[in-house]
């Protein structure tokens, strides 16, 4: 019995020893790894600018129709105060609803492909809203105003999709090198929505000398090419649009 305890403590300080020298061996885990940033590829450089602009776009084209739609729409068809008002209140109330909507259309998408789907169908769906502003000139006049209520629900209700998808997938694409510091990847984006904001209200400015009634035309005409070129940018850069398979 003595000898075995005498064993026993001996080979106690033994198996510490063998312990502790298991954690220089090359198979023992680090707690902590520290890992050299990796440099951004030019590829994902081009698909952060590209998501960019067309974040700031989104933001530009949004804000100048805000600011635009109680001027337009006060000269086109005589709206008062309160029901410009009420109109861009129920507008902005239609966002939510609208997101709900498009969760259910878009849920059969594949995950990889979903912001990229969604986004394809949103810019569509904001040229086609711009197309009926624009239809309250002869042959249009008899439907004017029908026409801007549509296309002012479709465009805006797309617009903010168009967002939230965009911020989605910018968010995926971001390098993580960009995560860290002052100047990160959420101030970035912060600042570009307020500049496209910014933009837009620059820009009513600036087209208010050609008087209310001719605002609509030399706002939404610029807007709507710069529009198609960024669709074009879009298909091009299709592929690198789409989210890596998990």
Not at 87 to 93: D, G, K, S
Not at 111 to 138: F, K, S, W
Not at 182 to 208: D, P, Q, Y
Request: hydrophobic share 50%.
């Amino acid at each position: 019995g003595g000898g075995g305890g005498g064993s026993g403590g001996g080979g106690h300080p033994k198996s510490l020893a063998r312990v502790g020298s298991r954690f220089g061996d090359a198979t023992s885990q680090p707690l902590l790894t520290i890992e050299a940033p990796r440099r951004s590829s030019r590829a994902q450089l081009a698909t952060v600018g590209l998501l960019l602009w067309l974040y700031l776009l989104d933001k530009l084209v949004a804000e100048a129709w805000l600011t635009s739609a109680p001027i337009v729409t006060a000269q086109l068809f005589g709206w008062r105060e309160e029901q410009v008002g009420l109109f861009l209140c129920l507008v902005c109330a239609g966002v939510l609803p609208a997101s709900q909507v498009c969760r259910v259309a878009f849920a059969r998408v594949p995950q990889h492909n979903r912001e990229r789907t969604i986004i394809d169908v949103m810019l569509l769906l904001v040229l086609c809203g711009g197309l009926l502003l624009l239809c309250y000139a002869p042959p249009f006049d008899r439907t004017a105003e029908p026409a801007y209520l549509a296309g002012a629900v479709i465009f805006f209700l797309a617009n903010n999709l168009l967002e939230a998808a965009t911020m989605s997938l910018l968010s995926k694409k971001m390098p993580k090198s960009w995560a860290g510091g002052v100047l990160n990847s959420g101030f970035l984006t912060t600042v570009t929505g307020l500049g496209g904001r910014v933009l837009g209200n620059l820009i009513v400015t600036l087209l208010g000398r050609v008087g209310p009634r001719l605002l609509n035309d030399s706002l939404m005409v610029p807007l709507y090419v710069l529009w198609v070129i960024t669709i074009a940018l879009i298909c091009s850069f299709g592929n690198r649009l789409s989210v890596a398979r998990s």
